[in-house]
């Protein structure tokens, strides 16, 4: 069974930056997009950012400007640069990738933690 390998969480200082990887660990085929949700306990996951199979990108409106999302979906690989971090970014980060065939995968988590 597929599964989505995250890296790069921790514990940063506001105004710092951290970077987040994630990547299949089989062969995804017809990747439709890649993306990055976060959650925190007891609320709904909500959609960070999100790049589809043509490199268009989405982003929520609490990280434009700061948060870049990246990926090759041949390599089956997504990152989120995450750059000027608020206290409010503190969240488990999720990797997610969709397939053309309707197949959802998640990673397990990576808890960014963001520091006064």
């Known amino acids: 069974q597929v599964q989505l390998v995250e890296s790069g969480g921790g514990l940063v200082q506001a105004g710092g930056s951290l970077r987040l990887s994630c990547a299949a660990s089989e062969r995804i085929f017809g990747i439709n997009s890649m993306g990055w949700y976060r959650q925190a306990p007891g609320k709904q996951r909500d959609l960070v950012a999100l790049?589809?199979?043509?490199?268009?990108?989405v982003y929520a409106d609490s990280v434009k400007g700061r948060f870049t999302i990246s990926g090759d979906k041949a390599k089956n690989t997504v990152y989120l640069e995450m750059n000027s971090l608020k206290l409010e970014d503190t969240d488990v980060y999720y990797c997610?990738?969709?397939?053309?065939?309707?197949?959802?995968?998640w990673g397990q988590g990576t808890q960014v933690t963001v520091s006064s």
């Open positions: 997610y990738m969709l397939s053309v065939f309707g197949d959802n995968y």
């Open positions: 790049i589809t199979s043509i490199g268009s990108t």
